[in-house]
């Protein structure tokens, strides 16, 4: 079956740095895309950006545009996200999802079970 | 990018209650628009994807309507176990957005 096993919480300060790890397992990794999506604290999803991990090819939302890289490792089925010169108001619960095969890859037909990152000083 | 206006932000009904969420979109999306349902603690879940289609394992008491810019969710007869905040998502084009979530709760 398909899975996705997300790497531990984290605890930063702000301006450091923090890499979330998303393990893929049950199907073939390279022919979906993966998707990161965060919530911060009682507040809605959010949309980050999206990796093809055939090719390592990425496409960022604006507003984390300088500051996310996504990287992707075929040999151990594993999609990175790091976000740098974290501030408080990315202290946030972030998912990694999988782009669906049947309903389209830019539909998130399985989700980690997320990776809590505080910032705080 | 695409705005998503989804209304209410919170309801509550009884049990057996026919449940409806509707979702804007600031551009046309044709049926490029998926529903969400995340309950407390957990990772959001696919219902419905293309506005009307039901993923597979879901409940037949889910269903999705519309195109263009206006879309409908729809609960038929509320459980216990559908409480959860439910989220709209378009998939017309990148960036990905997101409705502001509607919060179900039992009356």
């Known amino acids: 079956q398909v899975q996705l096993v997300q790497s531990g919480a984290e605890v930063k300060k702000p301006g450091a740095s923090v890499k979330v790890s998303c393990k893929a397992s049950g199907y073939t990794f390279t022919r979906s895309y993966i998707h990161w999506v965060r919530q911060a604290p009682g507040q809605g999803l959010e949309w980050m950006g999206i990796?093809?991990?055939?090719?390592?090819?990425?496409d960022y939302a604006q507003k984390f545009q300088g500051r996310v890289t996504m990287t992707s490792a075929t040999s151990t089925s594993t999609v990175y996200m790091e976000l740098s010169s974290l501030r408080s108001e990315d202290t946030a619960m972030y998912y990694c999802?999988?782009?669906?095969?049947?309903?389209?890859?830019?539909?998130?037909?399985?989700w980690g079970q997320g990776t809590l990152v505080t910032v705080s000083s | 990018d695409i705005q998503m206006t989804q209304s209410p932000s919170s309801l509550s009904a009884s049990v057996g209650d026919r449940v409806t969420i509707t979702c804007q979109a600031s551009q046309d999306i044709t049926n490029c628009l998926n529903w969400y349902q995340q309950k407390p603690g957990k990772a959001p879940k696919l219902l419905i994807y293309d506005a009307s289609n039901l993923e597979t394992g879901v409940p037949s008491r889910f269903s999705g309507s519309g195109s263009g810019t206006d879309f409908t969710f729809t609960i038929s007869s509320l459980q216990p176990e559908d409480i959860a905040t439910y989220y709209c998502q378009h998939h017309d084009n990148l960036p990905l957005t997101f409705g502001g979530g509607t919060k179900v709760e039992i009356k």
């Open positions: 990796i093809n991990p055939s090719g390592g090819s990425t």
């Open positions: 999802g999988r782009g669906g095969s049947h309903v389209g890859p830019y539909s998130i037909d399985y």
